[in-house]
């Protein structure tokens, strides 16, 4: 790991809608929040909690230093496809752990609440 940079992965109890375009896209209880440095809190959430049904699986991946190679998805919502929306590193390195096979979204690129409120 590069110096001074940090990743922590934290089970909340937080409530998490993400909607797009009007449409519902997942509920959650049970996320797994990950803080990274420089990067804003991301919230990654069991598929159980996603609507699955909306995504479709792209050929993109990434590679992160310190998560590992993430795989993406699209969504469709309200008739329209938002390409490589949501990601999700299926086999972590072992400092990631705790986010496999767990799904996040861009936040930017949809609207999210955490306990009712937009995150500021």
Known sequence: MATGHKITT??????????LDGEKL??????????ETGL???YYLPRE???M????PTDRHTTCPFKGQASYWSV?????????????YETPIPQAAEIAGL??????RVELTVNG????
Do not use: M
């Open 26 to 35: 997942a509920v959650s209880d049970r996320p797994v929040l990950l803080d």
């Open 103 to 108: 799904l996040c979204f861009y936040d930017e």
């Open 53 to 56: 049904e909306l995504l479709s």
């Open 76 to 88: 469709q919502a309200d008739g329209k496809v938002h390409d490589d929306l949501v990601w999700s």
């Open 117 to 120: 409120a937009r995150p500021s």
């Open 49 to 51: 909690d996603v609507r």
């Open 40 to 42: 804003p809190t991301r």
């Open 10 to 19: 934290t089970p909340a109890a937080h409530h998490i809608e993400i909607t």
